[in-house]
């Protein structure tokens, strides 16, 4: 089973910019999707942003324009590029992936992902 480690959380005033790493164990497969997820205290997990194993990636609302993910220089690593931070951005950032599938969709729903990582936590101070 593939495992998920995340580095690059911590804390940063408003404005600034932070990038957040996955690293797995295996590499991505074809119908692979990368993606990253956040959980704020007393909130649901939600979508951020996802990669898809051809390379397109879509992003929530609430980041486009200020997030950008992107996988490493090998398939198994991925990135998110984080700028222009708000305070609303604090939450634990979980790295995610769905190991195969059509390579159609886009999922954003976390029952579409089937490993995760442990989570970073992610502070904007304002």
């Known amino acids: 089973q593939v495992q998920l480690v995340e580095s690059g959380g911590g804390l940063v005033q408003a404005g600034g910019s932070l990038r957040l790493s996955c690293v797995a164990s295996?590499?991505?497969?074809?119908?692979?999707?990368s993606g990253w997820f956040r959980q704020a205290p007393g909130k649901e997990r939600e979508f951020v942003a996802a990669?898809?194993?051809?390379?397109?990636?879509y992003y929530s609302d609430s980041v486009k324009g200020r997030f950008t993910i992107a996988r490493g220089g090998t398939s198994d690593t991925w990135y998110l590029q984080m700028s222009g931070l708000k305070p609303e951005d604090s939450a634990t950032y979980y790295c995610a992936r769905r190991g195969s599938g059509s390579v159609d969709d886009t999922p954003r729903m976390t029952h579409e992902f089937d490993a995760w990582g442990q989570g970073t936590q992610v502070t904007v101070s304002a």
């Open positions: 990669l898809l194993w051809s390379g397109t990636t």
């Open positions: 295996l590499r991505t497969l074809r119908g692979s999707v």
